[in-house]
C-alpha cells in the first residue's frame, strides 16, 4: 500500500504538477511531504496527515518549515 501510495504521489509530481505550476507555501513540497509522512507513520495515519497538509496549503497560511 506504501509503494501504492508514493507511486500515485510521483506520477502528480511528473504528469500533473509541471502543467499547473509549483505553488506550495510549505518546504518541503506538499507533494514530499505526503511520500514523507506516509514512509514514516504508515499508509492510513501517513494519508491523514499528508491531506491535512494539503488542506492548509491555502492563501490565509503563511507556510514555511513543517517536516512530517
Known sequence: MVVFLISLVRM???GIRPL???WC???PSCS???I???RKY???RGSLKGIY???RCNPLNP???DPP
Open 12 to 14: 502528480y509530481q511528473a
Open 20 to 22: 499547473i505550476g509549483h
Open 25 to 27: 507555501r510549505f518546504t
Open 32 to 34: 514530499e511531504y505526503f
Open 36 to 38: 514523507a509522512a506516509v
Open 42 to 44: 504508515g499508509p492510513f
Open 53 to 55: 497538509r494539503i488542506l
Open 63 to 65: 507556510g514555511g518549515f
